[in-house]
Antibody, heavy 123, light 113 residues
Framework: QLHVQESGPGLVKPSETLSLTCTVS??????????WGWIRQSPGKGLEWVGS???????YFNPSLKGRLSISVDKSKNQFSLRLSSLTAADTAVYYC???????????????WGQGTLVTVSS | DIVMTQSPDSLAVSLGERATIKCKSS????????????IAWYQQKPGQPPKLLIY???TRESGVPDRFRGSGSRTDFTLTITSVRAEDAAIYFC?????????FGQGTRLEVK
């Protein structure tokens, strides 16, 4: 059974960069069975897909994040990380690691979720 | 982006009664080549992440009780809970994974009376 767990700071200042890490257990981040990524949830915007990547190295980002986002992978630690720059209060949300199943070379439903980590952007 | 609109925003259903939640996508999420609708439904309880209930519009995830049923095609979808139980009180979301950015409905809060 795949398990994913987020880690990172709970409070970040406006204009700074958020770094979150997702640690994967019960499976390999190199698996071609999944797309690995992030989804966030805030009271105002509901569930919002942030971005994801596939084992081939392809990455997919939400255009709404306008170039502020990067996702990196550490295969030796079976982890992937998110970096979101130029933070504003609108980035305040619960951030989830999200694992989508793969189907016909495209992403499928989100089959596994982390417990989520609340990130507050405030000075 | 494909906009997912759920209705109602909230509903209250008595124990043992049927609950029906609608989801409409702003464009078709049906792929002719594989005859599939790229729709999933999730259940979220307070303090927990969403849990996958249904995918491909009507396929139940392993372990999900058969009182949860998904239906619909192209742009109009329905999640039905045929005989509501107390533990079904939650927020339910629809989700399209037909194209990126993947998008979600705003959620429907189910209260069990």
């Amino acid at each position: 059974q795949l398990h994913v767990q987020e880690s990172g700071p709970g409070l970040v200042k406006p204009s700074e960069t958020l770094s979150l890490t997702c640690t994967v257990s019960g499976g390999s981040i190199s698996s071609r069975n999944y797309y690995w990524g992030w989804i966030r949830q805030s009271p105002g915007k509901g569930l919002e897909w942030v971005g994801s990547f596939y084992s081939t190295g392809s990455t997919y980002f939400n255009p709404s994040l306008k170039g502020r986002l990067s996702i990196s992978v550490d295969k030796s630690k079976n982890q992937f990380s998110l970096r979101l720059s130029s933070l504003t209060a609108a980035d305040t949300a619960v951030y989830y690691c999200a694992v989508q199943s793969e189907h016909d070379s495209a992403s499928g439903p989100v089959r596994y979720w982390g417990q989520g980590t609340l990130v507050t952007v405030s000075s | 982006d494909i906009v997912m609109t759920q209705s109602p925003d909230s509903l209250a259903v008595s124990l043992g009664e049927r609950a029906t939640i609608k989801c409409k996508s702003s464009q078709s999420v049906f792929l002719f080549s594989n005859d599939k609708n790229y729709i999933a439904w999730y259940q979220q309880k307070p303090g927990q992440p969403p849990k996958l209930l249904i995918y491909w519009a009507s396929t139940r995830e392993s372990g999900v009780p058969d009182r949860f049923r998904g239906s619909g095609s192209r742009t109009d979808f329905t999640l039905t809970i045929t005989s509501v139980r107390a533990e079904d009180a939650a927020i339910y979301f629809c989700h399209q994974y037909y194209t990126t950015p993947i998008t979600f409905g705003q959620g429907t809060r189910l209260e069990v009376k």
